[in-house]
Nanobody, 118 residues
Framework: QVQLVESGGGLVQAGGSLRLSCVGA????????MGWYRQAPGNQRDVVAT???????NYADSVKGRFTISRDNAKATVYLQMNSLKPEDAGVYYC????????????WGQGTQVTVSS
């Protein structure tokens, strides 16, 4: 089992920045992709950014150029630097981890709230 613990959410004014962190614990081995998803009230959980073990990244179009995902494989940690935040970036941000490749397990953090005031 893997446990994911997020931190770094909060309230910020539009145009501001936040940095989210997610640390994995437990049976941390063979970690594949890590990432961040966002869920706004009444909406489904959508991908924000993902990063592979080798460092390849993908971003939702809405955050390209403003958000940066990174990871520390040795610490089983993934980060999301969010700049130039907009009210539409608000929601609960969930950390995601995929363990394994052809056969894999997926894990989610408990979520951290991001609120952006206009």
């Amino acid at each position: 089992q893997v446990q994911l613990v997020e931190s770094g959410g909060g309230l910020v004014q539009a145009g501001g920045s936040l940095r989210l962190s997610c640390v994995g614990a437990g049976n941390i081995f063979n970690i594949n992709t890590m990432g961040w998803y966002r869920q706004a009230p009444g909406n489904q959980r959508d991908v924000v950014a993902t990063i592979t073990r080798g460092g390849n990244t993908n971003y939702a179009d809405s955050v390209k150029g403003r958000f940066t995902i990174s990871r520390d494989n040795a610490k089983a940690t993934v980060y999301l630097q969010m700049n130039s935040l907009k009210p539409e970036d608000a929601g609960v941000y969930y950390c995601y981890l995929r363990q394994g490749y052809s056969q894999f397990h997926e894990y989610w953090g408990q979520g951290t709230q991001v609120t952006v005031s206009s």
